[in-house]
């Protein structure tokens, strides 16, 4: 193609209708809903997100975790989390797992 179309990442869900998600080009700060075409700030819909994920009492490996972010939309590699726990700023459980809500404050650090 000679002009290919813009690249647009999902920012998540729409905090104004019930199953629209938010998109937007990947450096620009607002997005617009699919469904019900509101213009939304990028750093709210991520800042709701935290707040889900904050709430949360799921447990797993790093690797487990990572996929779980994944899921929600936010790249956080493995190595980053078994990083946080060496540096003790993450604590593991006995089996070596953490939780998915003992993660959201440094996500929260790492984005400012």
């Excluded at 193609?1 to 629209?20: E, I, L, S, Y």
């Excluded at 998109?23 to 991520?46: F, I, K, L």
Aim: proline share 6%; hydrophobic share 35%; aromatic share 4%.
């Amino acid at each position: 193609m000679v002009d290919p179309p813009a690249t647009r990442v999902a920012f998540g869900a729409c905090p104004f209708c019930k199953h629209g998600v938010v998109w937007g080009a990947p450096r620009d700060h607002m997005g617009e809903c699919r469904s019900c075409g509101a213009q939304v700030n990028r750093t709210y819909v991520a800042d709701r997100l935290l707040d889900k994920l904050s709430k949360s009492e799921k447990k797993g490996t790093p690797k487990q975790l990572s996929r779980e972010c994944a899921k929600a939309g936010i790249r956080l590699p493995a190595a980053t989390i078994r990083t946080w726990i060496h540096q003790k700023r993450l604590t593991t459980d006995q089996h070596g797992h953490v939780t998915l809500s003992g993660i959201v404050p440094l996500l929260r650090r790492r984005a400012h």
